[in-house]
């Protein structure tokens, strides 16, 4: 079982910046990533990197602004937004995965085995 410490939302203006950071502890991991749930929404894929190559792929909703990045020394995955939209709020998860990939993309959250507790990140108009 991977422990995650995550961190960084909170309250801005629109076209401000945050950042996201979730710590993992406990074993290696493979892959991470971020997804979001709006309020009566499904939960949406943000963004996610593999661990080992680096691989990273966005929502296309983010893409050019924002920016997922990892520390391997850290065991830390971190999620930069930039010129952030009220469209844009939503509480933040972050998911880790400590297997291979199987039959699930890293879009899909079955992908991932473990999940961070959420963060609020909430943009004003």
């Known amino acids: 079982q991977v422990q995650l410490a995550e961190s960084g939302g909170g309250l801005v203006q629109a076209g401000d910046s945050l950042r996201l950071s979730c710590a993992a502890s406990g074993r290696t991991l493979s892959a991470a990533g971020w997804f979001r749930q709006a309020p009566g929404k499904e939960r949406d894929f943000v963004a996610a990197?593999?661990?080992?190559?680096?691989?990273?792929h966005y929502a296309d909703s983010v893409k050019g602004r924002f920016t997922i990045s990892r520390d391997n020394a850290k065991n830390t995955v971190y999620l930069q937004m930039s010129s952030l939209k009220p469209e844009d709020t939503a509480v933040y998860y972050c998911a880790v995965a400590t297997h291979d990939s199987g039959i699930y993309t890293l879009k899909s959250g079955n992908r991932y085995d473990s999940w961070g507790q959420g963060t609020q990140v909430t943009v004003s108009s």
């Open positions: 990197v593999t661990w080992r190559g680096g691989n990273i």
